[in-house]
């Protein structure tokens, strides 16, 4: 099993509405990514999770919040986001946190904030 | 900081080899990655190259130089589904990986 599941696969939220997105894998990989992709951009790295612990964040503003359940599951809780925040959010895992390991891509959730 | 760059379009013709080129300047590396994304899908992995030189798997080879911080990846006998964005990924020393702005390969019959 090579896949990564993402859900739910669209959302349309309001400014002040709170939603969750999420990621689940089970090829026994130790390490977890959320990207951000706008339109005709690469993916940017936003949130990693190595060992369940978070150990990259680049300077996401705090209206996104990451969460590692367990070694399987990771979910990115949104509150209060704007406009500018609607685009491709992927989920991805490795074997592990090192660079040396190719990533396995969920789908992706496709986020319009109105 | 890091930089990576590549062609931002391409265009060639079915049954021909395309060559994609990549440059990058990163401040540690720890392998380099070829992904292919078609239009609203997630990128896929085709190639990883940590070493010098040429792996080739099918239709597609890539070629690593850490020395000249120079790679690319090479498509033979084009099909029309190979019509998508190319791109190239650094693994830095610090779990984290940087993409390339991506290059759209146009396959024309």
């Known amino acids: 099993d090579t896949e990564v599941t993402q859900t739910p696969k669209h959302l349309v939220m309001g400014m002040t509405n709170k939603k969750s997105l999420k990621c689940e894998q089970h090829?026994?990989?130790?390490?977890m990514y959320w990207y951000k992709q706008k339109a005709k951009k690469p993916p940017e790295l936003m949130f990693v999770y190595s060992y369940e612990k978070l150990s990259i964040n680049e300077s996401v503003p705090s209206r996104f919040s990451p969460e590692c359940p367990n070694s399987s599951l990771l979910n990115l809780h949104l509150h209060a986001l704007q406009p500018e925040d609607s685009a491709l959010y992927l989920c991805?895992?490795?074997?592990?946190?090192?660079?040396?390991?190719?990533?396995?891509f969920g789908p992706g959730t496709r986020l319009t904030v109105t | 900081g890091q930089n990576i760059d590549q062609p931002t379009e391409m265009t060639a013709t079915e049954g021909a080899i395309v060559q994609i080129n990549c440059t990058y300047q990163?401040?540690?590396?720890?392998?380099l990655f070829w992904y292919q994304q078609h239009a609203g899908e997630a990128p896929t992995f085709l190639s990883y190259n940590v070493l010098d030189g040429l792996e080739e798997k099918g239709r597609f080879s890539s070629f690593l130089s850490r020395s000249k911080g120079y790679s690319y990846l090479l498509l033979k006998e084009l099909q029309m589904k190979d019509s998508a964005s190319y791109l190239c990924a650094v693994g830095d020393n610090f779990n984290k990986f940087y993409f390339g702005s991506g290059t759209k390969l146009n396959v024309k019959p």
């Open positions: 991805a895992s490795s074997q592990d946190g090192s660079g040396k390991n190719e990533q396995y």
């Open positions: 990163t401040s540690g590396f720890n392998g």
């Open positions: 090829m026994g990989h130790r390490a």
